[in-house]
């Protein structure tokens, strides 16, 4: 069989460190693949005014499944400030290249699992009834829709006639009819029963395979009528064709009260945009945070896999680096996953599990130390040496 392309995207600051310590994983483990690095990040806004350039957005077309690391994002006006010299005044705008690629392929659904690996100290426990450490273990794989909500971008301060005309035609708009228009604010949540069910149909289809016996929607369709109410009756349409798995709906304030009293209940959970993004990380805190928490935008054909963390650019020069390469390496899996290479998908996790149970090699993280050169005198491994302690593993 032809080898398989993959398109890697390193980005910025400690993106750079990540990806290429994930891809000696993956080799390790036997996939083998042409990886094709990709431009993509600041160093590009800068020098040609687009952080994601068109050529990028044909590699990926072209090849379909890609890794990204990391990108720094500034503010507008910071953005504007480092732009080369010659770029200045030519009408550039900096957008988020990453939410630039979930809009282009249509990336709608985000899987991010939340998993303990026992022998984690970042491990969250809590006291038990007779006052004994518990710690429980969290299997919760977060759903997510990727695109709609209130991260589509359909927002305005001082919206223009029409918007407010439309807004007035609501009996409940009469509140806000008296405050002046430039201090009104108005950022809208769209959902369409098309995505809605999308997010649904996977987060079953995931259950089922994985044999979840329950999938939660957490969203608020009490207050939110409307939207979370079109989640809800999507879930539990889809409900119907899977009689072996329950469905519980929960509200997203009352969901993250339970996921400190009982996160083990919890299997897959679904939800929008907005809430999908609070629950999951809320999730990853219980099971290590940013070091461990790994996601992936998938569409109907293009899968884009990377950890939740940023660019980290306070470490981004540190030699050598301290960082935690595992939620990089994490994400690498859920493109195995997505490719269907489970028995190659499952050994990395293993290994990975075997080294955090271990305990031998730990990275500034993982032993809770301030992040820095002396971490590493402080007992903390360099980022390489987790990788090559994962890569042992493998091999055992
Ligand atoms: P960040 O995730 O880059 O870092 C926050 C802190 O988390 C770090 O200072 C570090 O203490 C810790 N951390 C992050 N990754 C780690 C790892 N692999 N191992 C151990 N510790 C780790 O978030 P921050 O500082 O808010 O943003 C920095 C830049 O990253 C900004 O420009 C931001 O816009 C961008 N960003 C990009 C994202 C992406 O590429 N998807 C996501 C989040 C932020
Ligand atoms: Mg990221």
Request: aromatic share 8%; net charge negative; with cysteine.
């Amino acid at each position: 069989m032809a080898k398989r392309t993959v398109v890697v995207m390193p980005g910025d600051g400690i993106g750079k460190v990540v990806l290429p310590e994930a891809l000696r994983v993956l080799e390790a483990a036997g996939f083998e693949a042409n990886w094709v690095e990709a431009d993509i990040g600041w160093e590009f806004w800068v020098t040609e005014g687009n952080p994601l350039p068109q050529r990028t957005i044909d590699l990926l077309a072209e090849h379909k499944a890609a890794l990204f690391g990391a990108i720094t994002s500034k503010p507008k006006d910071a953005a504007a400030r480092e732009l080369a010299p010659e770029l200045v005044d030519a009408g550039h705008v900096y957008y988020s290249p990453i939410v630039g690629l979930r809009q282009h392929f249509d990336l709608d659904v985000s899987i991010r699992p939340c998993r303990t690996f026992p022998g984690n100290p970042l491990n969250f426990i809590r006291r038990g009834p007779l006052g004994e450490v518990e710690e429980p273990r969290v299997d919760t794989v977060i759903f997510r829709q990727n695109t709609e909500g209130l991260y589509g971008g359909v927002e305005w301060t001082d919206p223009p006639d029409q918007v407010w005309e439309a807004l007035d035609t609501h009996p409940k708009f009469a509140a806000f009819r008296s405050v002046p228009r430039k201090d009104l604010a108005v950022s809208t949540r769209i959902f369409t029963r098309a995505k809605c069910r999308r997010i649904c149909e996977e987060a079953f289809s995931y259950a089922a395979a994985h044999e979840y016996s329950n999938v939660t929607v957490c969203e608020k369709p009490n207050v939110i009528r409307e939207t979370s109410g079109m989640m809800l009756a999507e879930a539990r349409d889809v409900q119907q064709g899977y009689p072996g798995i329950q469905l519980w709906d929960t509200n997203i304030d009352a969901q993250m009260m339970w996921l400190t009293k009982n996160p083990e209940d919890y299997g897959v959970i679904v939800a929008g945009n907005m809430f999908g993004d609070i629950i999951s990380d809320g999730f990853a805190g219980l099971v290590g945070g940013l070091g461990f928490a790994a996601s992936a935008n998938i569409g109907r054909e293009v899968g884009v896999f990377e950890p939740t963390h940023g660019s980290a650019p306070k470490y981004e020069a540190l030699d050598p680096s301290i960082v935690n390469p595992i939620a990089m390496v994490l994400s690498a899996v859920l493109m195995l996953d997505w490719l269907g290479e489970t028995e190659v998908a499952n050994r990395v996790r293993d290994a990975v599990a075997a080294v955090v149970a271990n305990g031998a090699v730990r990275t500034y993280d993982m032993l809770k130390l301030r992040g820095g050169p002396q971490a590493v005198s402080q007992g903390a491994v360099p980022t390489s040496k987790m990788t090559d302690a994962i890569i042992q593993a493998l091999e055992r």
